[in-house]
């Protein structure tokens, strides 16, 4: 019987394009005294990839994780290049620290049960 996290097999996630994409792993490293902030920073680096999209320069931002333990954000984009993702991000006060290419893993495991969130205050705590 699988376990989540048991990988039963690996598939490189490609887009059907002229160019294919990569993905992009951007690491911010920054002390986050405002949720509400992050938040913001995150919404204006994924409405920057939308307008790219508009003039023709395709990033997309895909999600993003915030390790509080480690005052880390790491964002996932999936554009053609490096430099593509780092023109969507030129927004000040949410600097980058560094940008890695990768490659989708995706599992056919399934999760038995939906993931439980917890509620923003919760979250806000955990931040002071």
Do not use: W
Not at 7 to 27: D, G, K, M, N, Q
Not at 28 to 33: A, D, I, K
Not at 60 to 79: G, K, M, N, W
């Amino acid at each position: 019987m699988p376990r989540i996290g048991d990988i039963l097999y690996v598939a490189l996630v490609i887009p059907a394009a002229r160019h294919p994409a990569s993905l992009f792993l951007v690491e911010r490293y920054l002390p986050v005294t405002n949720f509400e902030e992050l938040s913001a920073a995150v919404q204006r680096v994924a409405q920057a990839c939308s307008n790219r999209r508009t003039a023709g320069v395709d990033v997309r931002y895909l999600h993003s994780i915030y390790i509080p333990a480690e005052d880390t954000c790491f964002c996932v984009f999936q554009a053609v290049s490096a430099e593509d993702v780092r023109d969507a991000n030129d927004t000040p006060n949410f600097r980058i620290d560094r940008i890695s290419a990768g490659f989708g893993l995706e599992t056919n495991v399934g999760h038995p049960a939906p993931i439980r969130r917890r509620p923003l205050r919760q979250l806000r705590k955990r931040l002071q």
